[in-house]
C-alpha cells in the first residue's frame, strides 16, 4: 500500500507511574516504520517523573496525552479507545517494546481479510534484571523466550485460529493485537468487573463473533520484571472470576466457545485455585473450589479424590 493510502492506526499506552521505562516504549511505537499513527498516552494519576517524561515527546506530532484521576489500567484502555480515531486500535503496555514492522504486518492481515476482528503476531519475553535496555528491532533470542514456538508459529499462521484454541492456549497478549474499532462496537470494550484477565476476557468475546488470524512475526519484546510478577499469585482468584463472568453475563460467547470446552478450562482453574487455597491453609475456601471443580468436571476422578480428601482430613464427614 502506499503511505498516502495508508488507514489511520490507533495506538493506546496506558501508564500509572512508569516513568523510567515509558520513553523506550514511546521510542519503539513512534519508530514503527508504517504510517498514519496517533499515539494516544493516557497518563493514570502518575505521581512520578511520567508529565515530564510526555513533555519531552509531545513535540511528535503523532502524540496524544490525556491525563486523568487514577482509575485503573482498564479505565485507562476504555478513555483510550473513546478517544481513538484510527480505523485500527492496538494497545501496548508501558514497559513493553514493539519491533518495527509490527504494525505494518498486523494491518496488512486486516486490510487483507476484512473479515477479520483480531489479528496478532509472536511475543519474546526478556528478563530485565540488570535495567540494561533491549533495543527495538533487535535479533530474536533464544526459542524458549518465545510466547508462541516457531514451529506452531508457522502452522497457526496457516489458517484462521478457532475460537476453542484463542480460550484454551495462551497466544495473544496486550501489547500484540491489533483490531478494527468497529468490532468494540459489537463486542464491547475491557468489561470493568474483570480485573487481571480483562485481555483474555475481551479475546473471547472477540474470538466468539469474528475469525482471528496470527502473523508470524516477533513483533512484541515483552519485559519481565518484579513489578509485573508480583500479581502471579492472584491470577488464580481472577482468572475463576473471568470464567464465571463469561459463563454468567455473555451466554452467547459461552455457547460459542461449547459447553465441553469452557467447563473444562473452568474446571481446571476451579481445582488449581483449590490447590492454592490449600497451599496457604484456607481449607473452607479449598474445599468450595474442589467441590465446583467436580461439579463442573463430574467425571474427573482427581476433583472427587481432593474433594472427600480434604473432608475427611478436616473430620467434615465424621459424625
Known amino acids: 500500500m502506499a503511505t498516502g493510502e495508508n488507514r489511520l492506526v490507533s495506538v493506546i499506552i496506558p501508564t500509572y507511574n512508569n516513568a523510567g521505562l515509558l520513553p523506550y516504549t514511546l521510542e519503539s511505537v513512534l519508530g514503527q516504520v508504517y504510517s498514519p499513527l496517533e499515539v494516544i498516552v493516557v497518563n493514570d494519576g502518575s505521581t512520578d517523573e511520567t508529565a515530564g517524561v510526555l513533555e519531552k515527546f509531545r513535540s511528535h506530532g503523532s502524540l496524544k496525552i490525556w491525563n486523568q484521576s487514577n482509575q485503573g489500567d482498564i479505565a485507562a484502555r476504555n478513555k483510550g479507545i473513546e478517544l481513538s480515531e484510527g480505523d485500527y486500535v492496538a494497545f501496548c503496555d508501558s514497559d513493553d517494546l514493539w519491533n518495527k514492522d509490527h504494525v505494518r504486518f498486523l494491518v496488512d492481515k486486516l486490510e487483507r481479510h476484512p473479515e477479520v476482528g483480531l489479528a496478532f503476531d509472536n511475543v519474546i519475553y526478556f528478563v530485565d534484571e540488570t535495567k540494561q535496555e533491549?533495543?527495538?528491532?533487535?535479533?530474536?533470542?533464544?526459542?524458549?523466550?518465545?510466547l508462541v514456538k516457531s514451529a506452531k508459529a508457522k502452522k497457526l499462521a496457516a489458517a484462521p485460529v478457532p475460537v476453542q484454541d484463542i480460550y484454551t492456549e495462551n497466544l495473544i497478549t496486550t501489547s500484540?493485537?491489533?483490531?478494527?474499532?468497529?468490532?468494540?462496537?459489537?463486542?464491547?470494550t475491557f468489561d470493568k468487573n474483570i480485573y487481571l484477565m480483562n485481555d483474555l476476557h475481551l479475546f473471547y468475546r472477540i474470538a466468539a463473533y469474528y475469525p482471528i488470524y496470527f502473523v508470524d512475526y516477533v513483533g512484541v519484546q515483552k519485559r519481565v520484571h518484579a513489578a509485573n510478577l508480583?500479581?502471579?499469585?492472584?491470577?488464580?482468584?481472577?482468572?475463576?472470576?473471568?470464567l464465571e463472568n463469561i459463563r454468567d453475563c455473555y451466554p452467547e460467547v459461552y455457547r460459542r466457545?461449547?459447553?465441553?470446552?469452557?467447563?473444562?478450562?473452568?474446571?481446571?482453574?476451579?481445582?488449581?485455585?483449590?490447590?492454592y487455597y490449600e497451599k496457604n491453609g484456607e481449607t473452607d475456601k479449598a474445599m468450595e473450589m474442589y467441590k465446583k471443580a467436580l461439579l463442573t468436571r463430574r467425571f474427573s476422578f482427581r476433583y472427587y479424590w481432593d474433594y472427600f480428601r480434604l473432608g475427611l482430613g478436616g473430620n467434615r464427614f465424621r459424625r
Open 134 to 146: 533491549k533495543t527495538a528491532g533487535a535479533a530474536v533470542p533464544e526459542e524458549k523466550w518465545l
Open 176 to 188: 500484540c493485537f491489533m483490531v478494527p474499532k468497529r468490532v468494540f462496537g459489537r463486542v464491547g
Open 230 to 242: 508480583s500479581v502471579v499469585n492472584r491470577h488464580y482468584e481472577y482468572g475463576v472470576k473471568c
Open 257 to 275: 466457545i461449547g459447553k465441553g470446552t469452557f467447563d473444562k478450562k473452568l474446571g481446571r482453574k476451579y481445582f488449581r485455585l483449590g490447590l
